[in-house]
Nanobody, 117 residues
Framework: VQFVESGGGLVQPGGSLRLSCAAS????????MSWYRQAPGKERELVAG????????YYADSVKGRFTISRDNAKNTVSLQMNSLKPEDTAVYYC???????????WGQGTQVTVST
C-alpha cells in the first residue's frame, strides 16, 4: 500500500490550493478515502472523507464550505480543493483509505501547506 501526496505549498490567506493523492497497492474503487492533516505540536486530525462511489462526503466543521474532496477511480487518485485558506490550515496533509477512519497503518510523506503573509 502506498500513498503519494502532492500539491502543497506556500499561499497567502484567502488563497487556494489543490492537493492530490495517488494511491496504489489495494483496490482503490472499493474503499472510501480521506484527507487528514497534522499541524506542528498537534495530533493528526480528519479533514474530509469521500465514499467509494463519491455519493457521500464528510467535512470537519473547520473546513466545511471551503474545502471540497473528490476522487477519480479510473486514476486511483483523490483530491482536495482548498479555498479561502486561513493560517490555521497550515499543516502537513495526508491521505489514507477509509471513509473517516484510516484503514491502513502506512502513511505517505504528506504534503506541506503553509498559509502565511
Amino acid at each position: 500500500v502506498q500513498f503519494v501526496e502532492s500539491g502543497g505549498g506556500l499561499v497567502q490567506p484567502g488563497g487556494s490550493l489543490r492537493l492530490s493523492c495517488a494511491a496504489s497497492g489495494f483496490t482503490f474503487r472499493s474503499y472510501g478515502m480521506s484527507w487528514y492533516r497534522q499541524a506542528p505540536g498537534k495530533e493528526r486530525e480528519l479533514v474530509a472523507g469521500i465514499s467509494s462511489g463519491s455519493s457521500t462526503t464528510y467535512y470537519a466543521d473547520s473546513v466545511k464550505g471551503r474545502f471540497t474532496i473528490s476522487r477519480d477511480n479510473a486514476k486511483n487518485t483523490v483530491s482536495l480543493q482548498m479555498n479561502s485558506l486561513k493560517p490555521e490550515d497550515t499543516a502537513v496533509y495526508y491521505c489514507n483509505a477509509g471513509f473517516t477512519v484510516s484503514v491502513f497503518p502506512s502513511w505517505g510523506q504528506g504534503t506541506q501547506v503553509t498559509v502565511s503573509t
